[in-house]
């Protein structure tokens, strides 16, 4: 649960979130 995420997005670095949090950011970026 302690998981880190790198998101990447166009090739650049996105940011670092927590795999609790996957979902929520790909719903809010409509991934």
Do not use: N, T, Y
Not at 2 to 30: E, F, P
């Amino acid at each position: 649960e302690g998981r880190r995420v790198v998101v990447v997005r166009d090739g650049r670095l996105v940011g670092i979130i927590s795999s609790s949090d996957v979902a929520r950011w790909m719903q809010r970026h409509k991934l």
